[in-house]
């Protein structure tokens, strides 16, 4: 993959972090999580060392400053390889007075202490990063001074939680996250793990002409042009790549950019529907309703509420995630 498509991925990334817990666990002891099919958890290790499972998998092991991302979806368990005492998630969780949450196994010893988040990330809504993870991705940041410091400060907001944390720590996961994803695109490309679904170089012109211009006049004919292949092989290949059609991988980065539109500029509806490909505004709002649960207009008006409730301008939701409000 030639460096300006790895360029243009990271430029019209789009990443949500949101901070829902902290995981302290005693020696001897094992966490044990359910995937989330709707996003991804991220666990980022502040102190101690130990070993991530996949149901199925040997353990894979971690150190400080390291990020440990296990597959979507996927029951996992977090701790001391050989432990023989575990606990759920659900089991060991508790909530604190300012609304942070902790999970604890054992007796509150922090022999691992881990800053967890759920995260949404997507090239122009089309590419799900991480989605296609078949192991534990593990990452050693610690040769990095800036994140150090980030994993200090996590550390330092965890160990006597007030007012604000919660927003603090999200704020260090993303550039965390930010980071670790630079460093996968600038030294290993598509040879990285998160970049799974890229792995077929005859696909990129293509993937690259929609992140380009979602709103362009694209058709399988001439996304098949772009990568050298007939009809048939194309749709075929990238069906097999992706798991969903050009035209419906198309659909949805039309429509996340819409989402993103409607949330962060006034722009009125027919345009964005106009600017996002759709000729017809009424096709345009039921193909949103469908994928976001609202028509764009209450979609609006929604993230418009959340905003002046909270005092401040809402993240575009992605792919109708929105980690705010819990519903998806």
Known sequence: MSSNILSNLFSTLSVQVQAFAYCEIQSGWQLAKNGM???ILVHYVLAGSGTIAIDGQGPVHFGPNHIVIPPRGVRHSIGFDGATRSVSAEDA???????????????GTRDILLACGSISARYAGALGLFDRLPDALVEDLSESD????AFAFMVEE???PSLGTQEVTSALMKQCLAIL?????????VCSPIFEALR?????????????????????????ALCGMSRAGFAERFSATFGEGPIEYLQRA?????AKLLTSSPMPVKVISDSVGYASRSYFSHAFKAAYGYDPSAYRARATAFAKS??????PPVDGVSFESGRS
Request: charged residues 25%.
């Open 37 to 39: 099919p709707d996003a």
């Open 93 to 107: 969780r508790r909530v604190l007075p300012d609304g942070l949450i902790a999970l604890t196994a054992g007796d």
């Open 146 to 149: 800036r994140l150090r410091h």
């Open 158 to 160: 965890l160990v006597q």
């Open 181 to 189: 994803l630079r460093i996968h695109l600038k030294e290993r490309g």
């Open 200 to 224: 077929d170089p005859r696909l990129v012109p293509a993937i690259a002409a929609v992140l380009d211009a979602p709103g362009g006049q694209h058709t399988v004919d001439s996304l098949a």
């Open 254 to 258: 039309r429509l996340q950019l819409a």
């Open 310 to 315: 909270m005092g401040q301008e809402p993240d």
